[in-house]
């Protein structure tokens, strides 16, 4: 079964960083471009970020272009999202979220249940 | 940027009834556009892409029509389970991928 499980959330101080993790299972993770996506609470879905199958094409938001990183161990079957310079507005269920292309569609096949990130001091 | 609408903000429909939601893209996306639906308190999942294709698993009152700028999803039979929050998304000009504000479906 194809299998998407974020870990990494919690709570932090405006300023400060969190890793992100993405642990896949159940596909062949190096073969797919894979997405981050975020959802403050009530409101609707914004997309973070994007990285191509190997790793070579990273595109951003730019709300977080600068701050944020993706990256990806294909390896680990992993994906990672390195946050910094957190604000108070990066609070948000993170999502990452399956692309059925190697370089990047767009469309996203599969999601995970997400990770809670809040930003308060 | 790409800018989608999506109409109206909340639909209430009575069980067995036909429920059309509606998108808008700022210009012409061709069939480049996804619909989520997502459940109170669980993911998105992916409903039609390509405009039209239903993705594995979605049943068949779900209708995705349109292309350009204008879009439809369509539930031909309104069903309890159906209750949800409706996105459309494009992905024909990218960076970024933008979603629409979402469509809140209820019944009546």
């Known amino acids: 079964e194809v299998h998407l499980l974020e870990s990494g959330g919690g709570f932090v101080q405006p300023g400060g960083s969190l890793r992100l993790s993405c642990a896949a299972s159940?596909?062949?993770?190096?073969?797919?471009?894979m997405t981050w996506v975020r959802q403050a609470p009530g409101k609707g879905l914004e997309w973070v970020s994007i990285?191509?199958?190997?790793?070579?094409?990273?595109y951003y938001a730019d709300s977080v272009k600068g701050r944020f990183a993706i990256s990806r161990d294909n390896s680990k079957k992993t994906l990672y999202l390195e946050i910094n310079s957190l604000r108070v507005e990066d609070t948000a269920v993170y999502y990452c979220?399956?692309?059925?292309?190697?370089?990047?569609?767009?469309?996203?096949?599969?999601w995970g249940q997400g990770t809670t990130v809040t930003v308060s001091s | 940027e790409i800018v989608m609408t999506q109409s109206p903000a909340t639909l209430s429909v009575s069980p067995g009834e036909r429920a059309t939601l509606s998108c808008r893209a700022s210009?012409?996306?061709?069939?480049?556009l996804a619909w989520y639906q997502q459940k109170p308190g669980q993911a998105p999942r992916l409903l039609i892409f390509?405009?039209?294709t239903r993705a594995i698993g979605v049943p068949a009152r779900f209708t995705g029509s349109g292309s350009g700028t204008e879009f439809t999803l369509t539930v031909s039979s309104l069903q309890s389970e159906d209750i949800a929050v409706y996105y459309c998304?494009?992905?024909?000009?990218?960076?970024?991928?933008?979603f629409g504000q979402g469509t809140r479906l209820e019944i009546k």
């Open positions: 990285i191509g199958g190997n790793g070579d094409s990273t």
């Open positions: 159940g596909f062949t993770f190096r073969n797919y471009a």
């Open positions: 979220a399956r692309d059925p292309s190697f370089y990047g569609s767009g469309s996203l096949d599969v």
């Open positions: 998304q494009q992905y024909n000009n990218w960076p970024p991928i933008t």
């Open positions: 210009q012409s996306i061709r069939s480049n």
């Open positions: 390509g405009a039209s």
